[in-house]
């Protein structure tokens, strides 16, 4: 019988070691980000609007850590290029510029697949909130002040394989 109470307080000493390594392990993949993220797997994402087809290569942000490190620490962030962060279900999407070092266009993209609204050129380092005011099913990160340049306005439509597959 003790051998039996011993073995069952063995397995609840290993399990609690095994279940407290991984809530630690998850804590530290959540930890504050100190470094920029590698790059990302990317698709080709295209915005139609008055003034045309205008086609980035964005990389996707997927986890909730490849989302929570975003564009952070990055020093260049090129005008073809972004960052699309795609949600697993319509939700409003509150993006800050924390530890973000150039200025960025946020464009957050309805169900639709058109675009809800935009904050242009997102100030670097900011911890202001930048709302989406009601529920996307993605957020797009473009350079600083690409959407006006391009003429890319709220209600042109976003085509994307990855907006494709949440239809």
């Known amino acids: 019988m003790r051998q039996g109470i011993l073995g069952v307080v ?8 095994v279940l407290g390594a991984t809530a630690m392990a998850s804590t530290e993949d959540m930890s504050e980000p100190t470094q920029a993220q590698p790059v990302l797997p990317r ?35 090129p005008d073809t290029s972004g960052m699309l962060f ?13 530890n973000t070092l150039v200025p960025l266009d946020i464009v957050f993209i309805a169900p639709d697949h058109r675009i809800q609204a935009i904050a242009e050129n997102a100030v670097p380092r900011s911890l202001a909130h930048i ?3 009601g529920p ?11 959407t006006a340049r391009l003429g890319i306005t709220v209600g042109d439509k976003v085509e994307a394989p ?4 949440k239809s």
């Open 10 to 17: 063995a397995a609840c000493l290993l399990a609690g070691g």
């Open 43 to 77: 698709e080709n994402l295209a915005i139609v609007s008055a003034s045309g087809r205008h086609v980035f290569s964005v990389e996707l942000a997927r986890t909730p850590r490849q989302q929570q490190v975003g564009e952070m620490f990055r020093t260049t962030l």
């Open 86 to 98: 795609l949600w697993a279900a319509p939700q409003q999407s509150d993006m800050w510029m924390e």
């Open 131 to 133: 709302s989406s005011h």
């Open 136 to 146: 996307v099913s993605a957020t797009l990160e473009l350079a600083g002040g690409v």
């Open 162 to 165: 990855s907006l494709e597959k």
